[in-house]
């Protein structure tokens, strides 16, 4: 919050503003919402949309640029509106909400004047919520998920959905590691989500070190395969990460369970993991990988 300004300032200086850039446009200042109209002839729409958005923006911004913010934003709703009746000529909206997991701040890094729908995902991710249209994904902002309905308790889960579409993906073994990857398709980065299942080693043992250098591929190996093959995984995600137009994250990571750690990787010309201790090779702990190998090859 800058100085002493409060919610009210705020509200109305939108009340005084919006009807100048939006003509017929109606401000309720006590329930903090806005009523915003779209359509051409006699096809008219309108949405009353929250104004928590918008306050929170100008909040953290000077006054002076408050009119530039709320003009921007107005105008982003209705074009969030004018999206949303185009989106119901595809089919059942709800059905194609899809997930993707995106590096954390690529939201904040890439987003117009109105928020993605997005849920946090640790401290190195994030997963964005998308409509699929045509051949192509569209990302789902607030304002419409709310225009349409999306937010309701009985509306599927775009989570849920994309882990169901990539349930039957099955990985490839390449020099030691192994990789899931499907040409073209970015919810493939969804698997780090449903590891239990894609990535059932995550939970057993010291885990995996898992890499997404690319929205459609992961790849991954156990924690403690040794340093050759992390070595190797490592050179894998960063040339797979250079060539990818689908770009996800160059970085390695260790996953075990719910716990995702970033793993250091030198510079070096091929690049070498800077493994934890904990990782380091021991005879008993070789012995027991090589243990738990024999069984899941059953």
């Not at 919610?7 to 401000?27: F, H, Q, R, Y």
């Not at 994030?126 to 994904?137: L, S």
């Not at 250098?213 to 995600?237: F, H, I, K, N, T």
């Amino acid at each position: 919050m800058t100085g002493t300004t409060d919610d009210s300032t705020v509200l109305k200086a939108i009340a005084d503003l919006a009807p100048m850039w939006l003509p017929g446009c109606e401000v309720d200042t006590e329930d903090r919402t806005v009523e915003v109209g779209w359509g051409r002839g006699a096809l008219q729409m309108s949405a009353v949309v929250g104004l928590g958005e918008i306050i929170d923006r100008c909040l953290q911004l000077p006054q002076q640029l408050w009119a530039d913010q709320i003009e921007a934003w107005l105008r982003a709703v209705v074009a969030e509106g004018e999206l949303a009746t185009e989106e119901h000529r595809y089919g059942d909206v709800a059905v194609r909400q899809r997930a993707m997991l995106l590096q954390r701040g690529w939201s904040a890094r890439t987003a117009g004047p109105v928020a993605d729908a997005l849920i946090p995902f640790g401290d190195h991710f994030e997963v964005v919520v998308f409509i699929g249209t045509a051949n192509d994904y569209r990302r789902l902002t607030v304002v419409r998920r709310s225009m349409l309905g999306l937010g309701d308790p009985d509306v599927p889960s775009p989570v849920q959905l994309t882990l169901t579409h990539i349930a039957d993906l099955r990985p490839v073994e390449h020099e030691g590691f192994s990789v899931l990857r499907r040409e073209d398709d970015p919810l493939v980065s969804m698997a780090i989500v449903d590891r239990d299942r894609l990535l059932p080693r995550a939970s057993i043992g010291l885990g995996v070190l898992v890499g997404v250098p690319r929205l459609s591929e992961v790849a991954y190996c156990d924690a403690d395969a040794g340093q050759d093959v992390a070595d190797r995984l490592a050179q894998y995600v960063a040339d797979s990460y250079q060539d990818a137009t689908d770009r996800c994250s160059q970085d390695l990571y260790w996953l075990q369970g719910d716990r995702m750690v970033q793993i250091p990787i030198t510079l070096a010309t091929p690049p070498a993991v800077v493994l934890p201790a904990a990782l380091l090779p021991s005879p008993r702990r070789t012995w027991l990988r090589h243990l738990l190998e024999q069984v899941f090859r059953r």
